[in-house]
C-alpha cells in the first residue's frame, strides 16, 4: 500500500485549498479511506473519511460543511477541498486507509502534505 497526499501550500484564511492523494499496489474500492491532520504539539485528527461498502462520508465537526472529501475509484485518487479555512486547519495532512470510518486509528498510511493558513 502507497499513498502520497500532495496540494498543500499557504493559503489566506477563508481561502480555499484542494488535497490530492495517490494510491497505488492496492484499489481504493476495497477499503475505507480518508484524511487525518496534525498540527505541531496536537494529538492526530481525523478529518474525513470515505466508507467502504455503503459509500458513507464522515467529517470532524471541526470541519464539517467546510470540507468535502470525494475520490476517484478509476484514477486510484482521494481529494480533499477544503473551503473558508481557518488558523487552525493549519496541519500536516495525510491520507490514510481505515478498516472501517468509525475506527480512529489508520491502517496505512504516506507523507503528508503541509497546509498553511495564516495572513
Known amino acids: 500500500v502507497q499513498l502520497q497526499a500532495s496540494g498543500g501550500g499557504l493559503v489566506q484564511p477563508g481561502g480555499s485549498m484542494t488535497l490530492s492523494c495517490a494510491a497505488s499496489?492496492?484499489?481504493?474500492?476495497?477499503?475505507?479511506i480518508g484524511w487525518f491532520r496534525q498540527a505541531p504539539g496536537k494529538e492526530r485528527e481525523g478529518v474525513s473519511c470515505f466508507s467502504f461498502g455503503d459509500e458513507k462520508t464522515y467529517y470532524a465537526d471541526s470541519v464539517k460543511g467546510r470540507f468535502t472529501i470525494s475520490k476517484d475509484n478509476a484514477k486510484n485518487m482521494v481529494y480533499l477541498k477544503m473551503n473558508s479555512l481557518k488558523p487552525e486547519d493549519t496541519a500536516v495532512y495525510h491520507c490514510?486507509?481505515?478498516?472501517?470510518?468509525?475506527?480512529?486509528?489508520?491502517?496505512?498510511w504516506g507523507q503528508g502534505t503541509q497546509v498553511t493558513v495564516s495572513s
Open positions: 490514510a486507509t481505515y478498516t472501517g470510518c468509525l475506527d480512529p486509528n489508520p491502517t496505512y
Open positions: 499496489r492496492f484499489a481504493l474500492d476495497y477499503y475505507s
